[in-house]
């Protein structure tokens, strides 16, 4: 048992980084589409990614059987740790603890957003073109627009905290030293990171985008 729980955190944990990590860092650039190229630029790269070959494959194997992996086993790490914050105030303990949380409110913030936006291209709600206009809708509603930025800000921390702990599990980063500056790398990263996420979030709140959308989803409207 104590072999097999030790083997499912090191498959956890590297799917956290490949390939959830760089799905991570895709969706930022996407988003950040919206930023440099207004709904043009963020429809362009949608219609990239889904030009590519067999996609439906790629996401599958790529990201969603990895995200149900990690999300459903973080979860459950979550519920089995031991929070000693109030014990131990260091550090490293807090950053332990945010994980934890984060990884919780990342996972449930990840379900609803993919309900919002991917669970309604799968059953015809809305085209891939028309997503620009359904992130107008999110981000122009005040509640939306504040848990958006909770969990974004969630999410972020959860991988560049993650690829912290990543770095050291793997014996990457070996010894106070090394560890010390792969934390000030990581926090830069954390920062540049969310900064591009809101930046993006708040381009969608244009009038460009309203403008650009061809469909109105009903349920963006009940608060």
């Given amino acids: ?100 949380i984060s990884g919780v409110i990342t996972f449930i913030f990840i379900v609803w957003h993919l309900f919002q936006t991917r669970v309604q291209v799968a059953i015809g709600n809305v085209g891939h073109e028309e997503l620009g206009g359904v992130m107008h809708d999110i981000s122009t509603n005040g509640l939306f627009l504040a848990l958006y930025i909770i969990g974004v800000i969630a999410a972020v921390f959860h991988f560049s905290n993650g690829m912290w702990s990543f770095l050291v599990s793997w014996g990457i980063t070996v010894g106070p030293r090394a560890q010390r500056i792969s934390s000030y790398i990581w926090m830069v990263v954390f920062v540049i990171v969310a900064a591009m996420f809101l930046m993006s979030l708040f381009a969608f709140r244009g009038e460009e985008f309203k403008e650009a959308a061809s469909a109105a989803i009903a349920w963006t409207n009940i608060v």
């Fill in 1 to 100: 048992m104590k072999g097999n729980t030790y083997l499912s955190r090191k498959i956890h944990s590297l799917l956290g980084v490949i390939p959830l990590g760089l799905f991570f860092i895709e969706h930022m650039l996407t988003n950040f589409a919206a930023v440099e190229g207004g709904p043009q630029g963020f429809k362009d790269a949608v219609n990239f990614l889904n030009s590519l070959p067999l996609v439906p494959v790629l996401e599958t194997v790529g990201i969603w059987l990895p995200l149900l992996f990690h999300g459903v086993y973080g979860l459950y790490i979550a519920y089995q740790s031991n929070v000693n914050m109030g014990q131990y105030h260091y550090g490293r303990n807090w950053a332990f603890t945010f994980q934890r």
